[in-house]
């Protein structure tokens, strides 16, 4: 059977209006040996459209409906959040890689921008040098802070007791504005 130009427009027009718009295909139209029409290499009149693969991901957080959703394969974080209802107001809408890719069975969790300030703040402190527990080797990681200064800090805390501020550590002789100044934003005393 061969068909007409008008023929392959009205079937590409129909594939197209009917095979749904929301999902990517390549299409091909081309006539083989024979004069037949074929689309993808298959004979036109016994094409089926088959959609694309699925998978779900679990999206929860500052999400207006959260919940297991079925998605293409190809989607983004962007698009499961969509179909989410979106973020919340209080969504922190720069936590995460709008544009990075699903796998099936993901969790996507959106924070609020006060949880996000939690964590950092509690990583932060994580890795703040407290002056008043630390060990010797600690104390060394700061910069300009040596064996020795180390050992009169530690001299210090146990003769005069703890440090209530981070700014008491200039007390101990040998520690200046200036070195406070460079260890002041790494040092903490709770």
């Given at each position: 059977m061969?068909?007409?130009?008008?023929g392959?427009?009205?079937?590409?027009?129909?594939?197209?209006?009917?095979?749904?718009?929301?999902?990517?295909?390549e299409i091909?139209?081309?006539?083989?040996?024979a004069g037949e029409t074929t689309y993808n290499g298959q004979p036109a009149d016994s094409v089926q459209?088959?959609?694309?693969?699925k998978i779900l991901v679990y999206v929860?957080?500052?999400?207006?409906?959260?919940?297991?959703?079925?998605?293409?394969?190809d989607s983004r974080v962007v698009d499961v959040i969509a179909l989410a209802g979106g973020m919340t107001a209080d969504a922190d809408e720069t936590y995460l890689n709008l544009a990075g890719r699903l796998d099936d069975g993901e969790k996507i969790y959106v924070p609020?921008?006060?949880?996000?300030?939690?964590?950092?703040?509690?990583e932060q402190a994580q890795s703040l040098i407290n002056i008043n527990t630390a060990t010797s080797d600690r104390l060394c990681e700061l910069s300009g802070i040596g064996?020795?200064?180390?050992?009169?800090?530690?001299?210090?805390?146990?003769?005069?007791?703890?440090?209530?501020?981070?700014?008491d550590i200039m007390k101990?002789?040998?520690?200046?504005?200036?070195?406070y100044e460079k260890i002041a934003d790494k040092i903490c005393v709770k």
């Open positions: 061969k068909y007409s130009k008008m392959i427009l009205l079937l590409t027009g129909s594939l197209i209006m009917f095979g749904g718009c929301d999902e990517k295909r091909s139209f081309e006539l083989d040996t459209v088959t959609g694309q693969e929860c957080g500052a999400v207006s409906m959260p919940g297991v959703i079925e998605v293409d394969a609020t921008r006060e949880e996000v300030l939690q964590w950092e703040s509690q064996e020795s200064k180390a050992a009169d800090i530690i001299a210090y805390r146990e003769k005069n007791g703890p440090f209530e501020t981070a700014e101990v002789p040998g520690i200046k504005l200036s070195l």
